[in-house]
């Protein structure tokens, strides 16, 4: 089963809560951006770039995927009515605004996902997985995506090293770890840090212009330092790492509560890149009450969460291989490294999910299967993508062909 095949494969589209944008009113200018082969940030610096926008004008809700086609909506605090057309980028002026746009806007996300290279035998298995998850939703991971910084569980996450208070090990793995998907320039200046770490004066007057080299700049002048040198990480790289780790023990202690409450017969393991993860298969109408209204509190030490508290049992058993509890996870001796706070839910609703089944015009003697659904924000369509690759066997990493992307806010 292949996604992605080409860019139109996966189709993206934002579903605004806010009210409509009235003609005149409001003092930011609302636009609706389309964008094909590009995430996000490069698509807005496009639009900055092209519209001379200064800093802190520009607002959007979520990140989208670079190999799709997204559209999703932005405003500009003083932006003026126009239209930009660009190399798979187009933003046309919608109205006025009396506020930014901002994932609090986001009413979810409708997707269209087009399946290929389907053999003809797996169609029945996979219209019965389809069934199913109509019936049950699926269980709310964080997907792939969110650990793109991590390269495998052996050379671990950065945020588990800044937990630990070990910032020489994490700052090297921010500078120097390797990533599948680096650029050949990229992988020129992590080996050359790699194997030159610690001669700070060597890797500065080697290095190219740019984020590491003055991070080095700044460890030739204090060598010891390795904390301050991360609170000088740029402030969405500081949130991704420790996003990353707090979201993997997320994903931890859901699959720990699902593992404890239904028996491994009534489970299903959805491939991942870093794990295979539990998944119910079948539910009584009792646990589907109880999954649908589950949410477990993202763990951080600012959680507060009484002693009796089960999402604290949860991550006390999660946490315990590494030697630490729930009221550790904090970055100590600083306030500029922090885990964010909030809650999320257990169970992921799926809604309005077709198929629709033809020839594959790309594989000769397969089948495509063109897949649409609705999905609430902060959510991961690629779950789906997942469940029905589990349901054939297909282990096989067909669901990420893109560079992941980790995400220090969630995806919208």
Partial sequence: MKIRYRHEDFQVEEIPSSPPP?????????????????????????????????????????????????????TIQGGRPGVLRQDGLEVEYLGQLPFPFTAAHIGGNRFRLVLRDIPAAQRETLDRALEEVRATGLANYFDDQRFGSVHSLEEGFIGLHLVKGQFEPALKLALAGTYQHDPAEAKREKDLLASHWGDWQFLLDNLPLGHARSLVAFLRDHPTRFRAALERLRPELKGLYLAAWQ????NQALALWLETSLPAEDLIRLPGRLAQWPAPLRVSPG???????????????????????????????????????????????????????????????????????????????????????????????????????????????????EPPEDEAAEPA
């Fill in 287 to 401: 646990f589907l009450e109880q999954w649908r209204n589950k949410s477990i509190e993202l763990p951080c030490r600012r959680a507060h969460l009484p002693t009796d508290h089960p999402d604290r049992a949860l991550f006390d058993q999660v946490l315990a291989p590494e030697g630490l509890k729930l009221d550790d996870l904090r970055v100590p001796g600083t306030r500029e490294l922090f885990f964010s706070r909030g809650r999320r839910p257990a169970h992921l609703p799926v809604a309005d999910l077709k198929a629709e089944w033809r020839d594959d015009e790309h594989h000769p003697g397969q089948l495509a299967a063109a897949v649409s659904f609705r999905l609430p924000k902060s959510s991961y369509a690629t779950m789906l993508v997942k469940r029905l690759q589990a349901a054939v066997g297909d282990t096989g990493q067909t669901a990420e062909t």
């Fill in 247 to 250: 979201s993997w023990v997320w």
């Fill in 22 to 74: 009235a003609a005149h009113r409001g003092g930011f200018a609302l636009y609706r951006m389309r964008k094909r082969g590009k995430t996000t940030p490069d698509a807005m610096g496009i639009l900055e770039r092209a519209w001379h926008i200064r800093p802190g004008a520009l607002s959007f809700g979520g990140l989208k995927d670079r190999h799709a086609v997204t559209l999703q909506y932005l």
